[in-house]
T-cell receptor, first 111, second 113 residues
Framework: TQLLEQSPQFLSIQEGENLTVYCNSS?????LQWYRQEPGEGPVLLVT?????EVKKLKRLTFQFGDARKDSSLHITAAQPGDTGLYLC???????????FGTGTRLTIIP | DAGITQSPRHKVTETGTPVTLRCHQT?????MYWYRQDPGHGLRLIHY???????DKGEVSDGYSVSRSKTEDFLLTLESATSSQTSVYFC????????????FGDGTRLSIL
């Protein structure tokens, strides 16, 4: 099973600030997915990145897939309290295509 | 809303008792999954199904069994629950048919005392 490490594990910032969270692996992934999970709910898929170097934007969220397809980042501009949640990255394992999930970054935006 | 309903949402039971969790989807998606989520481990795949009566093991399948007799229902059974199976269980579906989940239910919080 290919491993995904997410950092930081916890992040607490003031509303309006910018932030970046990371998803790293020593293995190559054919794609990476980002989810956001709120307390008491299941993860919600935000985006899938497929091509090395790809950048996708979702309003104030910018997702980037590393050139070597071993890492990804999520940048949030002007964070808002509604961005609070657990951010998970996940990628399919070569061979069986089943998703491996990172342990997540728990983000808190303070009003 | 992908129309996934998990039941029950919460359950407390004792060690050694059988437990069955249900996942129901309102659409005829082929792939369904059961995950457990634990602090420090993220989401881990227990079992998945790629059609009626077609199931396979995930990375943490020991102590669990599944059944899928209808497209819309995927059941997860703990034959004899242990405290290590205390967790939050999520059902998921793939709407693209890629074999990877895109939509998750809201989870079942299971406590084994």
């Amino acid at each position: 099973t290919q491993l995904l490490e997410q950092s930081p594990q916890f992040l607490s910032i003031q509303e309006g600030e910018n932030l970046t969270v990371y998803c790293n692996s020593s293995s190559v992934f054919s794609s990476l997915q980002w989810y956001r999970q709120e307390p008491g709910e299941g993860p919600v898929l935000l985006v899938t990145v497929v091509t090395g170097g790809e950048v996708k934007k979702l309003k104030r969220l910018t997702f980037q897939f590393g050139d070597a397809r071993k890492d990804s980042s999520l940048h949030i501009t002007a964070a808002q309290p509604g961005d609070t949640g657990l951010y998970l990255c996940a990628g399919p394992n070569f061979g069986n295509e089943k998703l491996t999930f990172g342990t997540g970054t728990r983000l808190t935006i303070i009003p | 809303d992908a129309g996934i309903t998990q039941s029950p949402r919460h359950k407390v039971t004792e060690t050694g008792t059988p437990v069955t969790l249900r996942c129901h989807q309102t659409e005829n998606h082929r792939y369904m999954y059961w995950y457990r989520q634990d602090p420090g481990h993220g989401l881990r795949l227990i079992h998945y199904s790629y059609g009626v009566k077609d199931t396979d093991k995930g990375e943490v399948s020991d102590g669990y069994s599944v059944s899928r007799s209808k497209t819309e229902d995927f059941l997860l059974t703990l034959e004899s629950a242990t405290s290590s199976q205390t967790s939050v269980y999520f059902c998921a579906i793939s709407v693209t048919g890629t074999g990877q989940p895109q939509h998750f239910g809201d989870g079942t919080r299971l406590s084994i005392l």
